[in-house]
């Protein structure tokens, strides 16, 4: 019988890119018109998206201190082991000296199940996400120095065993917490990858190893990373 336990899992991947951000909001119509609302941003700063140059898609411009939120479901994430996150992201700019920090913060949440008039569990108030992730993402990663490259910060870390198994989703939240030489809204949001080891089976989760990890700068390959998580 295949458990979890005996099955060497590749480390899964999801990616939520800035159109999924459920961090928009419609402004009010105008007085007798139905669809002249426009989108604005409902994080601190209000970002909003926009088209990058002419390609035909959008990324999120974004000035210091804004922020896009959005739950995430982690059904399928095994909680005993690390949940990793780098956000994706580009600039408008040329300069090799620019550099953007990101802070991503998140929040377990509880769903109540009220039934029959008994409310269990208690569940979980919506916040703003407020806790910071085990291991930040490292400060100031540094711009490629070329317009439109897409790029990506290091892994920050949801420690193994941090999550509790009542925990039905997540919000997540990426800030733009700080630029060295951007200027306002030359930092371009792409969005945002999670890693984690996937939990397909019904039986006991007694993974040696975390999912596999490979490299990252060859994602369809089988060339594994030179660091694995451990026990």
């Given at each position: 019988?295949?458990?979890?336990?005996?099955l060497?899992?590749?480390?899964?991947?999801?990616?939520i890119?800035?159109?999924d951000?459920?961090?928009?909001?419609?402004?009010?119509?105008?007085?007798?018109?139905?669809?002249?609302?426009?989108?604005?941003g409902?994080?601190?700063?209000a970002?909003v998206?926009?088209?990058?140059?002419?390609?035909?898609?959008?990324?999120?411009?974004?000035?210091?201190a804004?922020?896009?939120?959005?739950?995430?479901?982690?059904?399928?994430?095994d909680i005993?082991?690390?949940?990793?996150?780098r956000v994706?992201?580009?600039?408008?700019?040329?300069?090799?000296?620019?550099?953007?920090?990101f802070?991503?913060?998140?929040?377990?949440?509880?769903?109540?199940?009220?039934?029959?008039?008994?409310?269990?569990?208690?569940?979980?108030?919506?916040?703003?996400?407020?806790?910071?992730l085990?291991?930040?993402?490292?400060?100031?990663d540094?711009s490629?120095?070329v317009?439109?490259?897409?790029?990506?910060?290091?892994?920050?870390?949801i420690?193994?065993n941090?999550?509790?198994?009542?925990?039905?989703?997540?919000?997540?939240?990426?800030e733009?917490d700080?630029?060295?030489?951007?200027?306002?809204?030359?930092?371009?949001?792409?969005?945002?990858?999670?890693?984690?080891?996937?939990?397909?089976t019904?039986?006991?989760?007694?993974?040696?190893?975390?999912?596999?990890?490979?490299?990252?700068?060859?994602?369809?390959?089988?060339q594994l990373?030179?660091?694995?998580?451990?026990?």
């Open positions: 019988m295949l458990r979890d336990f005996n060497e899992w590749a480390e899964a991947r999801r990616i890119w800035a159109q951000f459920q961090t928009w909001a419609l402004t009010a119509p105008s007085a007798g018109a139905t669809d002249t609302g426009g989108a604005v409902a994080g601190a700063g970002p998206m926009s088209e990058v140059s002419t390609f035909g898609f959008t990324a999120v411009p974004m000035t210091d804004d922020t896009v939120t959005t739950p995430i479901d982690i059904y399928d994430v005993t082991k690390q949940i990793r996150f994706l992201w580009t600039q408008t700019a040329a300069t090799a000296t620019d550099a953007a920090t802070i991503v913060l998140y929040t377990p949440v509880q769903l109540t199940d009220n039934v029959a008039a008994v409310v269990d569990p208690a569940g979980t108030t919506l916040i703003d996400p407020a806790t910071a085990s291991t930040a993402i490292t400060a100031l540094l490629s120095g317009a439109y490259k897409p790029q990506a910060t290091s892994f920050g870390v420690n193994r941090t999550l509790a198994d009542t925990t039905s989703f997540m919000l997540v939240s990426v733009l700080a630029v060295t030489t951007f200027s306002a809204d030359e930092v371009l949001f792409l969005g945002l990858e999670m890693r984690y080891t996937p939990r397909r019904a039986g006991p989760r007694r993974n040696i190893l975390g999912g596999r990890r490979f490299n990252v700068l060859r994602p369809l390959g089988v990373a030179t660091g694995q998580e451990g026990l």
